[in-house]
């Protein structure tokens, strides 16, 4: 699945961009301005991933547009372990920071997961993680 312009690449109107980085050798996931991710999102995002046919991959997260992720959708995310090696986030405003480093330390899990302000710093650590 390579990137492309329009949101939800396999869903249209879900909310999101998802494609394989092949320079970074990392699969990405972009949310749109607003969007707002449930329980259904989330199990249609990870079918996505999977579809990507690229086994266990490092996931990076770009929720700097302000994206909301509701608890369930959250849970669901952190218990895929075994489909990821590694899971970088993005983050631009303080509540969207606050909220992400409160819940990597509240579900610490068997995966590295990493918050970022800067795009390039994700990247790297998140295609570098073995």
Not at 10 to 22: C, E, F, M, Q, V
Not at 45 to 71: C, F, H, S, Y
Not at 78 to 88: E, R, S, T
Request: net charge negative; charged share 25%; with cysteine.
């Amino acid at each position: 699945m390579e990137k492309d312009e329009g949101w939800g690449m396999s869903t249209p109107g879900a909310g999101y961009r998802l494609w394989w980085d092949d320079e970074n050798q990392i699969a990405r996931l972009e949310w749109a301005p607003g969007a707002f991710c449930d329980l259904t999102t989330a199990e249609q995002v990870d079918r996505e991933i999977q579809a990507l046919d690229r086994g266990k991959v490092r996931l990076l997260v770009d929720l700097r547009p302000d994206a909301a992720i509701d608890r369930a959708a959250r849970h669901f995310f952190m218990n895929l372990h075994a489909h990821y090696v590694a899971v970088g986030m993005l983050a631009g405003s303080p509540a969207t920071r606050m909220l992400a480093n409160f819940f990597i330390g509240l579900k610490r899990g068997p995966i590295p997961v990493r918050l970022f302000t800067e795009e390039a710093d994700a990247v790297e650590w998140t295609r570098s993680v073995q």
